[in-house]
């Protein structure tokens, strides 16, 4: 009956004190609940919810900090609810589903002197783009010199179903870009030495 409280509500009170959440501009730190699901139907109290919560930051300590200040939101959200209906059917089991370290190469790395050498070689503007999480942070994390390069084309609208978008055109240029970076790290016998050992 009304007058139990509703995992959903919790869910909601969560969301909103994650929203409350406030990061700096720099070192950059994204989050994002990304996925709620819960509840039975429109007329039953839901005996559970679930929520899927991405956190992103080149920097781990912040990274880090910023994971605590979510779960504690989520804590504050459970223990909103409970307040409310005077009661302590509410809990949060935290689950960690996936982990991609922190890292970041240093702009004069050699790997990233290299791929911005690569673009100018190709007569491209040589771009650095901001600090993403990406598939090269588990290698940058273990020590190993490692980079995400555009694969050509032009896109945008990032992180959204509806307005992401990729343009082929151009798009030879990228494979090209990783090519003649991987031939400056490896070396061409006769030509230029190994730039890394």
Excluded: C
Excluded at 10 to 28: L, Y
Excluded at 143 to 172: L, Q, R
């Amino acid at each position: 009956g009304f007058g139990l409280p509703s995992a959903v509500h919790a869910a909601g009170r969560a969301i909103a004190r994650i929203d409350e959440v406030r990061v700096p501009a720099e070192p950059k730190v994204t989050f994002n609940v990304g996925v709620v699901q819960g509840g039975q139907s429109v007329n039953s109290i839901a005996a559970e919810a679930s929520l899927l919560i991405d956190i992103r930051s080149a920097d781990a300590p912040l990274l880090a900090k910023v994971e605590q200040q979510i779960k504690a939101a989520i804590q504050q959200g459970v223990d909103d609810t409970n307040q409310r209906w005077n009661s302590k059917a509410i809990t949060a089991e935290i689950k960690l589903i996936g982990d991609r370290p922190a890292g970041q190469m240093a702009k004069d790395s050699t790997i990233v002197k290299l791929a911005l050498a690569a673009a100018t070689a190709q007569g491209r503007p040589a771009a650095l783009d901001s600090a993403h999480s990406t598939d090269a942070n588990l290698p940058m994390s273990l020590g190993i010199p490692a980079i995400t390069m555009s694969g050509g084309g032009s896109s945008g609208g990032y992180h959204s179903e509806k307005n992401e978008w990729w343009s082929p055109k151009n798009a030879h240029t990228g494979p090209q870009n990783v090519m003649l970076t991987i031939l400056g790290l490896a070396g061409v016998q006769g030509v230029a030495p190994p730039a890394i050992p």
